[in-house]
């Protein structure tokens, strides 16, 4: 089944940085990837997509990058607010739609300081 | 956007128990929703695919005979942990999405705790 590799763990930045997530995945096949923001006790929110016929996607300070060839993906956050501080997570599917199973990475703590 | 919803949001219970939870897709019909189980600190974990009007499909390692799964209807699938114990005490997020949809929506999420 898919495999997805969430890097890194934690992630420490001062307000106003940048914070870049990385993702791998193993199945070629899976072709549905979202980005959830999680906080504590909270639900996960989506807060970006992107497709595979689709290498990068951007809203406002929120980008997200795929490159299908070497089967990873990225989340790109700038001009960090500390309300950014919560974990991230990666998900690949296959079959293009959020109503597919999801294979989650193990996730992102980040923690933006003032 | 689409709401799901769970109940309850917070569990305790004794070992050897059985806990409900309950979740409803408040403004959409669901024909297939998911059951997640997220330890602290730690990933969501896929247990099971709940499917209206036939059988849940449940991921590797997972005792369908402990964790029952219900869905009886468009718009409620249930969880049932059998026979509690501490091990089983996590934190069970649904999710599901509307059909042609392009996003996936959680419900609040069940905290069990087995004494």
């Known amino acids: 089944g898919e495999n997805v590799e969430q890097h890194p763990s934690t992630l420490s930045v001062q307000e106003g940085d940048s914070a870049v997530i990385k993702c791998t995945y193993s199945?070629?096949?899976?072709?549905?990837f979202p980005w959830y923001k999680q906080e504590l006790g909270k639900r996960p929110q989506l807060i970006i997509d992107?497709?595979?016929?689709?290498g990068e996607k951007k809203d406002q300070r929120i980008a997200v990058t795929l490159n299908k060839t070497a089967k990873h993906f990225s989340l790109h956050i700038t001009e960090t607010q500390p309300e950014d501080s919560a974990v991230y997570f990666c998900?690949?599917?296959?079959?293009?739609?959020?109503?597919?199973?999801?294979?989650f990475g193990g996730g992102t703590r980040v923690l933006v300081k003032p | 956007g689409a709401v799901v919803s769970q109940h309850p949001s917070r569990v305790i219970c004794k070992s050897g128990t059985s806990v409900k939870i309950e979740c409803r897709s408040l403004?959409?019909?669901?024909?297939?929703m998911f059951w997640y189980r997220q330890f602290p600190k730690q990933s969501l974990m896929l247990m099971a695919t709940?499917?209206?009007?036939?059988?849940?499909?449940?991921e590797q390692g997972v005792e369908k005979d402990k964790f029952l799964i219900n869905h009886a209807s468009l718009t409620l699938s249930t969880l049932t942990v059998t026979s509690a114990h501490p091990e089983d005490s996590s934190f069970y997020i649904c999710?599901?999405?509307?059909?042609?949809?392009?996003?996936?929506?959680f419900g609040e999420g069940s905290r069990l705790t087995v004494l």
């Open positions: 999710s599901a999405a509307p059909r042609g949809s392009g996003e996936l929506f």
């Open positions: 199945d070629s096949a899976s072709n549905y």
């Open positions: 403004d959409f019909q669901a024909t297939t």
């Open positions: 992107i497709r595979s016929n689709v």
């Open positions: 998900a690949a599917s296959i079959g293009g739609a959020a109503g597919n199973k999801l294979t």
């Open positions: 709940s499917n209206e009007g036939s059988k849940a499909t449940y």
